[in-house]
């Protein structure tokens, strides 16, 4: 792209870095809503009743099993270690979960500990950081106009591709040393 911020050429062509672009139907592949032949439609329709029958109907039969857990003829399963390995999954499931929510708020616990202490250094360098921050008011002012004069219009057009690019603001930090 040739535009620069101080007010170069306004070109509306795409910058250098994109080298394809890809419109969304192009990616979206929704077969049982596309055009499509009916019965293309009605077969989609058959095997997604299938997957649901067959994602749904465990959950059935081990919730039925467990209600009539005590029950000598009901439920539509009975099987003793059946039930013992639920109650050792579930025993196990109940350690893990109590072991992960006591690990993680005693991780929280040394965080927030430690956060009070990493919030009083200062890790930046102030004289950098308001160079920077000169050198992009005075980029976008020469790019989008004033600052008081962008902030009272409800609306700024900004051309296809003359919006700030990828590396604009790295590249002019390193020009006037602010890296």
Same mark, same amino acid.
């Given at each position: 792209?040739?535009?620069?911020?101080?007010?170069?050429?306004?070109? #509306? %062509?795409? *910058?250098?870095?994109?080298?394809?672009?890809?419109?969304? $139907?192009?990616? #979206?592949?929704?077969?049982?809503?596309?055009?499509?032949?009916?019965?293309?439609?009605? %077969?989609?329709?058959?095997?997604?009743?299938?997957?649901?029958? @067959?994602?749904?109907? *465990? =959950?059935?039969?081990? #919730?039925?099993?467990?209600?009539?857990?005590?029950?000598?003829? !009901? !439920?539509?399963?009975?099987?003793?270690?059946?039930?013992?390995?639920?109650?050792?999954?579930?025993?196990?499931?109940? @350690?893990?979960?109590?072991?992960?929510?006591?690990?993680? @708020?005693?991780?929280?616990?040394?965080?927030?500990? +430690? +956060?009070?202490?990493?919030?009083? $250094?200062? #890790?930046?360098? +102030?004289?950098?950081?308001?160079?920077?921050?000169?050198?992009?008011? /005075?980029?976008? +002012?020469? $790019?989008?106009?004033?600052?008081?004069?962008?902030?009272?219009?409800?609306?700024?057009?900004?051309? *296809?591709?003359? /919006? =700030?690019?990828?590396?604009?603001?790295?590249?002019?930090?390193?020009?006037? !040393?602010?890296?």
């Amino acid at each position: 792209m040739t535009s620069s911020w101080t007010g170069g050429t306004i070109v #509306t %062509r795409p *910058p250098d870095y994109i080298v394809h672009q890809v419109r969304e $139907k192009d990616v #979206t592949a929704d077969w049982f809503f596309s055009r499509s032949p009916g019965r293309h439609r009605i %077969r989609q329709l058959a095997l997604m009743v299938i997957g649901w029958f @067959f994602a749904i109907l *465990p =959950v059935v039969i081990t #919730t039925s099993a467990l209600v009539h857990r005590h029950d000598r003829h !009901g !439920g539509w399963w009975r099987y003793r270690e059946g039930f013992v390995m639920w109650d050792e999954t579930t025993r196990t499931l109940e @350690f893990l979960l109590v072991v992960f929510l006591v690990g993680f @708020f005693a991780l929280y616990v040394i965080n927030r500990s +430690a +956060a009070g202490k990493r919030d009083q $250094k200062r #890790t930046y360098d +102030a004289a950098r950081l308001t160079r920077r921050l000169e050198l992009a008011a /005075d980029m976008y +002012a020469g $790019k989008y106009g004033d600052e008081a004069f962008r902030r009272e219009r409800r609306k700024i057009v900004i051309e *296809p591709y003359e /919006d =700030v690019e990828t590396y604009e603001l790295r590249d002019l930090y390193r020009e006037y !040393g602010a890296d």
